[in-house]
């Protein structure tokens, strides 16, 4: 039986995840890269560093014990969304990519509202434009650096530029798609509306395939590169947050997920288009054929707390060496040494501005309510709480929708963290289920893969056969109430602080180099 095989190109590194039929992991390997900051708010990374992680990632796994490449019946991709790359006519790569986390953008978001009409733009693409959004990106590119603009052969998505590397095609897939606003996401194809109004070649992009179609086939070059065999087909995968709900298993009504990675996302299918009047929502397609999603996001979930341990861990670091375990790890253990509330302590995780619920990429970390009685435990604490206040702000809009929510399945490398998961089904107010598979992305990616070459019928049988869950976790009710009360206070301080977020937006801007 064939195995196969899926790559997340992810903010922090890549994961490549080889897995067997009935969904059981056969090897994973993992590569990191820098993220550029060359300025605030701006966020950068090299396509080449991607390329590099996924070459070594996959020789990686090839040379495991037992595994043998022609093994290998189907690759799947998924990867960060919304991120630009361009491609000169040689398919040399023109600037760094400009991610998804990147702020500079906002005056080409309201730039698009304004000229198209937001009500348009929702119409045309169902999300209104958004800083994040790949078409904020280009229009950047075009009035400030012309003459990168003036050389664009192709735009591609993060994980479709790897598509190119590994079979010289260029094509995408409908759910990443859906984040660049150049997508009819009704009807699943590009937006002649969209590409009319903003000036983009339509021969710029990529053909669009529904996610577990095959898009092309290893290419003689990229199976010298990575060992894979020639010929081996690669579906379309999905954006991260697709190809992980898939690999979550949601794909049928009912069953909600959140997952803690660099951003948090709580993620819903739904059977026909649905969007959040204001846009706070992102509406895209699913990646299972014929249907779609909504989704919230919290900008840094695990990234706030990533941020926390490379600025003030240096000391966990050490230990957590000494003790060969996950600093991660030892930071949970310090937050769940303090109460729930963390005295008091709380965390606005608006270190990369906001989506979901403010939209509002001015909007910056907070720590409020700080006294001489808190110690670095509560710092952590601190952070874990509030990105679950957001995440809880996500399910809250989609509830409002009329979403049916009978499960939560919490995944990515914050729910690794017992603690976290608990405070998730505590401010949630519901269980918790964990599912055998952590990889999310990587998982669905090699799921779509299997529905793309038949070892599965489709891509829901695929989930039925692989998923299974091993744990819930049950709300605590002492700290059901005490969250609800600290949950309105977290509500209370966004709308208290907003100009004051533009005005230090201001500030930055005018001491700027
Ligand atoms: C989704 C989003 C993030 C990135 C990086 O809209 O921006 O999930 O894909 O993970």
């Given at each position: ?89 040689e398919g040399r790569v023109l600037r760094p990519s400009i991610i998804w986390c990147d ?78 606003l150049w997508l009819d996401v009704a009807a699943r194809t590009w937006s002649k509306e ?320």
């Open positions: 039986m064939p195995l196969l095989l899926g790559i997340d190109i992810g903010t922090s590194g890549t994961k490549t995840c080889l897995y067997r039929e009935d969904g059981t992991l056969a090897a994973s390997a993992f590569a990191d890269y820098p993220l550029l900051q060359p300025r605030s708010g701006w966020a950068e990374q090299h396509p080449e560093d991607w390329w590099e992680a996924v070459k070594s990632t996959i020789r990686a796994i090839l040379s495991t014990d037992g595994i043998s490449p022609d093994q290998i019946g189907a690759v799947g991709l998924s990867g960060q969304m919304h991120g630009l790359v361009l491609l000169d006519k702020q500079r953008t906002e005056e080409e978001a309201r730039w698009i509202n304004d000229r198209i009409g937001e009500d348009n733009v929702i119409r045309h693409t169902a999300n209104p434009a958004l800083p994040n959004f790949t078409a904020t990106r280009l229009l950047w590119v075009r009035s400030h650096e012309p003459d990168i603009h003036s050389r664009i052969h192709k735009v591609l998505l993060p994980k479709d530029y790897i598509r190119y590397r590994l079979t010289g095609e260029f094509a995408t897939e409908v759910s990443d798609a859906s984040g660049t969209m590409l009319g109004h903003l000036e983009v070649n339509p021969e710029w992009l990529p053909t669009v395939y529904e996610s577990y179609e095959i898009t092309g086939r290893i290419h003689a070059r990229a199976s010298q590169d990575t060992g894979l065999p020639a010929n081996t087909p690669v579906v379309g995968g999905g954006g991260d947050q697709a190809a992980g709900a898939v690999g979550n298993g949601i794909v049928e009504s009912g069953v909600v997920s959140v997952s803690l990675g660099t951003s948090g996302v709580v993620f819903a299918m739904t059977e026909e288009l649905k969007l959040d009047v204001r846009g706070r929502l992102h509406s895209f397609c699913h990646a299972v054929p014929g249907k779609w999603h909504v989704m919230g996001v919290t900008q840094a979930a695990g990234g706030s707390l990533q941020w926390y341990r490379n600025q003030f861990a240096q000391q966990e670091h050490a230990v957590a060496a000494s003790l060969h375990k996950d600093v991660y790890e030892l930071l949970s253990e310090q937050a769940e040494s303090v109460e729930p509330g963390s005295e008091g302590l709380l965390f606005l995780p608006y270190l990369m501005g906001e989506r979901t619920p403010h939209l509002d990429s001015a909007a910056r970390g907070v720590f409020f309510g700080i006294s001489a009685r808190h110690t670095r435990s509560h710092f952590v604490r601190a952070i874990m709480e509030g990105v679950s206040f957001s995440q809880a702000d996500c399910l809250k809009l989609l509830e409002g929708l009329g979403i049916p929510v009978a499960e939560v399945r919490a995944s990515g490398g914050g729910a690794k963290s017992r603690l976290w998961r608990q405070m998730l089904a505590d401010i949630f107010n519901r269980p918790i289920v964990t599912i055998q598979a952590n990889e999310g992305p990587a998982f669905g990616a090699a799921l779509l893969a299997g529905a793309g070459i038949g070892v599965y019928s489709s891509v829901e049988e695929a989930c039925r056969v692989t998923i299974r869950a091993t744990g819930t976790q049950q709300p605590l009710l002492d700290n059901v109430g005490r969250y609800a009360r600290f949950y309105d206070l977290y509500r209370k301080l966004y709308p208290s602080l907003k100009e004051n977020f533009r005005d230090l937006q201001k500030f930055i801007e005018e001491n700027r180099e």
